[in-house]
């Protein structure tokens, strides 16, 4: 599994809000600017974000985009598999279809099970405000 340049952003973008979160909508342009991701890059993360619910948006003169819930309630793994979809390590655990015609007598399917489950309760106890606080002094 390798986490792409949109989960990637997604995460720093989530980290900006946190870090600017004075209650008020944060400017799509300064996000933009302090993260150095275009803006047309950055839209598209954020529109995501904003109909996931994670973010709260208006458009227009004082518009922007803010955290809807305390940074505390965000996890990580939230974040990253809106962004990417699906963080399944090997392709026969991704999307719905679950599994290949050799599933039921392959021998290394539960070490997959098993990395993908580590990999989900990390990334799942790993909140916002985790992060935030392990970038300060």
């Known amino acids: 599994m390798m986490i792409s340049t949109k ?8 980290l900006d809000l946190a870090d600017h979160n004075s209650g ?4 799509l ?17 954020l529109a995501s974000l904003s109909r996931a619910g994670l973010v ?13 819930r305390p940074i505390e309630a965000y996890s990580a793994g939230e974040i990253l598999r809106l962004a990417e ?23 290394a399917l539960p070490l997959w099970q098993g990395l993908d489950q580590v990999i989900y309760e990390y990334l799942d106890s790993v909140s ?10």
């Open 128 to 137: 916002l405000a985790q992060l935030q606080a392990m970038d300060e002094p």
């Open 7 to 14: 989960g990637r952003y997604a995460l720093r973008v989530m």
């Open 56 to 68: 709260d948006a208006i458009r227009g003169k004082g518009g922007g985009y803010r955290l809807c």
């Open 29 to 45: 342009k300064d996000i933009a600017q302090r993260q150095e991701i275009s803006v047309k890059y950055l839209e598209n993360i």
């Open 24 to 27: 008020g909508y944060i400017p």
């Open 85 to 107: 979809g699906d963080l399944a390590t090997v392709a026969c655990l991704k999307g719905e279809k679950k599994g290949c015609e050799k599933a039921g007598h392959c021998r």
